[in-house]
């Protein structure tokens, strides 16, 4: 079964860095876009950045210049390094990976989500 596990993450002061990593375990035929969203108390999920395969990124306009999503398609895996936190990125992060199980299996895979907290 092929399953998102997510690492990295937990607490740190407003204006430090952290950095998030997500790896694919299973049997893929491919992976497609990877990405990361987040949900804070009280907001709905949003998209914070993605990536494509051939490595055309995407980013929310409240984390350009900040954050900065990367792959690595040899190892099925997403980072995303987080700088310049604040306390407003306060949310539980969650990576997604677009796959193909097969040719004509597509899913869309979420990984466990983990708490980003930043104290001012």
Same mark, same amino acid.
């Given at each position: ?7 990295? #993450?937990?607490?740190? %002061? !407003?204006? +430090? ?5 997500? &790896? ?6 491919? *992976? @497609?876009?990877? #990405?990361?969203?987040? %949900? !804070?108390? +009280? ?5 914070? &950045? ?6 055309? *990124? @995407? ?62």
């Amino acid at each position: 079964q092929v399953q998102p596990v997510e690492s990295g #993450g937990g607490l740190v %002061q !407003a204006g +430090g860095s952290l950095r998030r990593s997500c &790896a694919l375990s299973g049997r893929i035929f491919r *992976t @497609n876009d990877m #990405g990361w969203y987040r %949900q !804070a108390p +009280g907001k709905e999920s949003e998209l914070v &950045a993605t990536c494509t395969s051939g490595g055309n *990124t @995407n980013y929310a306009d409240s984390v350009k210049g900040r954050f900065t999503i990367s792959r690595d398609n040899a190892k099925n895996t997403v980072y995303l390094q987080m700088n310049s936190l604040k306390h407003e990125d306060t949310a539980v992060y969650y990576c997604n990976a677009d796959v193909s199980l097969s040719r004509f299996n597509h899913r869309s895979l979420w990984g466990q989500g983990t708490q980003v907290t930043i104290s001012s």
